[in-house]
């Protein structure tokens, strides 16, 4: 089964404005070349400053969309809008989308229907909260939310998972590699049963740091990262996606 590159990606949230991403981008350009795929998931307004500062693998994605492809809907952003902007990957499903917006699984599964309607290849986060892991639901919270997400036939490629625990979004708390090779193996079993996401790489995304990444990154089943606050700086996202490879 063929899953491509290791995939980096940096979800810098709604952080930076144009000129601190150019700091960034002079700073990531004294670096050497990676031996993996680097997604930057830049605010909106930065997809069009962002672009032509790209090379080599790296390649850019959103961090949200509306399910419509145009339409009376102020505030938002079709799949078409990101793929004109340049965009290979969306973001959906994150769980500040879900918890902090409230967006309930019935949204998240119009959206990655609409992302791959309109040609843009959804990374699709799942994870449970801290008294769902407590309560030992973990693997049933993420089956729920890719049934509910992917529908009972997943499409058969195409999408990428990202596997981050509520718990560990910007928490510092980071989920043991043996607790995120669990999840992720748990993923594949699902999308193998069913026949779907035969192209799927499974992310780990909750507090990835440069001291905590090759242990994850080593783990079976674990083809990338999602990277958040470790990402906004240049030299500590390089020291992580250094240490993955193809
Ligand atoms: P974090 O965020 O790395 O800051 O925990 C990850 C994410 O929310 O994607």
């Given at each position: 089964?063929?899953?491509?590159?290791?995939?980096?990606?940096?979800?810098?949230?709604?952080?930076?404005?144009?000129?601190?991403?150019?700091?960034?981008?002079?700073?990531?350009?004294?670096?050497?070349?990676?031996?993996?795929?680097?997604?930057?998931?830049?605010?909106?307004?930065?997809?069009?400053?962002?672009?032509?500062?790209?090379?080599?693998?790296?390649?850019?994605?959103?961090?949200?969309?509306?399910?419509?492809?145009?339409?009376?809907?102020?505030?938002?952003?079709?799949?078409?809008?990101?793929?004109?902007?340049?965009?290979k990957y969306v973001l959906i499903?994150?769980?500040?989308?879900?918890?902090?917006?409230?967006?309930?699984?019935?949204?998240?599964?119009?959206?990655?229907?609409?992302?791959?309607?309109?040609?843009?290849?959804?990374?699709?986060?799942?994870?449970?909260?801290?008294?769902?892991?407590?309560?030992?639901?973990?693997?049933?919270?993420?089956?729920?939310?890719?049934?509910?997400?992917?529908?009972?036939?997943?499409?058969?490629?195409?999408?990428?998972?990202?596997?981050?625990?509520?718990?560990?979004?910007?928490?510092?708390?980071?989920?043991?590699?043996?607790?995120?090779?669990?999840?992720?193996?748990?993923?594949?079993?699902?999308?193998?049963?069913?026949?779907?996401?035969?192209?799927?790489?499974?992310?780990?995304?909750?507090?990835?740091?440069?001291?905590?990444?090759?242990?994850?990154?080593?783990?079976?089943?674990?083809?990338?990262?999602?990277?958040?606050?470790?990402?906004?700086?240049?030299?500590?996202?390089?020291?992580?996606?250094?240490?993955?490879?193809?």
């Open positions: 089964m063929n899953r491509g590159r290791t995939l980096i990606a940096a979800n810098w949230k709604m952080h930076k404005t144009s000129r601190e991403a150019k700091a960034f981008f002079d700073t990531w350009r004294t670096f050497p070349a990676l031996d993996c795929e680097i997604a930057f998931l830049p605010p909106f307004t930065l997809l069009h400053a962002v672009a032509p500062l790209l090379s080599g693998t790296e390649v850019l994605g959103g961090q949200n969309l509306h399910e419509a492809a145009a339409g009376a809907f102020t505030g938002e952003i079709s799949a078409g809008m990101l793929r004109d902007a340049g965009c499903g994150h769980s500040e989308r879900r918890h902090v917006f409230g967006e309930p699984d019935e949204r998240i599964a119009l959206k990655v229907r609409a992302a791959l309607e309109g040609g843009l290849r959804p990374i699709l986060c799942v994870g449970e909260t801290l008294e769902q892991r407590k309560n030992g639901n973990t693997l049933d919270i993420v089956w729920g939310q890719l049934a509910a997400d992917l529908g009972r036939n997943p499409p058969r490629e195409g999408f990428d998972i990202a596997y981050e625990p509520v718990w560990a979004i910007g928490t510092g708390k980071v989920a043991s590699h043996h607790d995120a090779r669990e999840v992720h193996e748990a993923v594949l079993e699902y999308l193998g049963k069913r026949g779907g996401g035969r192209d799927c790489r499974i992310l780990y995304g909750g507090s990835v740091k440069p001291g905590n990444a090759l242990d994850l990154l080593n783990s079976p089943g674990i083809h990338g990262l999602l990277v958040g606050g470790a990402s906004l700086d240049p030299g500590s996202f390089h020291q992580i996606a250094a240490l993955a490879k193809d």
